[in-house]
């Protein structure tokens, strides 16, 4: 048995942490490729490095608002394996589905909430506001992201991981391919697009890979209301920056991102719930 055992975690381990290990590979993408592509963009060697650092600067964000919309989400995959086991075909059904929606409305959130506030964290956290679009392009990569992880996760737990493998395989060479055709067109922006497709994509195989084998088109998403309810929540956080502008400050930029945090957070859970998404 110990053979046996050591062969499916050394099989199956590798798999799942191809699957978890998309964002880190993704950053090696962009360490092989945006320097060299900066500089063929026109920028000067040092510039590019500069560029590429500050461009650094969303991956933490990026990797806290996915392992926010994640940790709750992924808690529900060994009920779909124990659901498996018992061929629960109904129970999988929905906590798929589950698991899928609390990732969509938190990662839609966090996302959403980040593009918001990314000038006044960027000055918060570094100081000034380089990039800040560009930044902003990358935090749309936490929905995907979220998505991305929790299906990859679920078609783990079906039994699926090489499935999920593969697909993270072909995100990480799009994402590639996608800097070397970008960068030297439209510059350090062309590396924030092929982040969001890179991980659009993966999301979108995943989840129907999981639709195809669980059928998650019966399950009630509520997509509209989700929509409405993160369109609300950065309606306040766009209030509060008219109210309480931040410019030129450090210390006005932190109260503005941390308060509109907190605002936008407690909006959304309070129409989240009015509205009736769960």
Partial sequence: RFWGIARRLLTEGTL????????VLFQLMDALTIVSGLSEYGLSSIE?????????????LIQVGTVLATSLSLSIVPVISKARAEKN???IQEKAGLSLKISFVIGLSAAAGLVCIMSETNT????????????????????????AMTAASILQGIGLARTAARYAGLGILLKGFLNIVLVPIIGIDGAAIATVIGLATVALLTIYAVHSKVGLIQYPFHIGRTITAVLIMCSAVIMLQILFPSVGSRTLASVSALG???????????????????
């Fill in 48 to 60: 590019a490095r500069e560029t590429k650092g500050i461009f650094d600067r969303g991956q933490p």
């Fill in 89 to 91: 075909n109904l129970l």
């Fill in 16 to 23: 799942i942490c191809a699957s978890a290990l998309v964002m």
């Fill in 260 to 278: 509109g945090a907190v605002v936008g957070a407690s909006v959304l859970g309070l129409t989240l719930m009015m509205i009736g998404v769960f």
């Fill in 124 to 147: 918060m956290l570094f100081t000034d506001d380089s990039l800040s679009r560009t930044l902003s392009f990358l935090a749309v990569s936490i929905l995907f992201s979220s998505l």
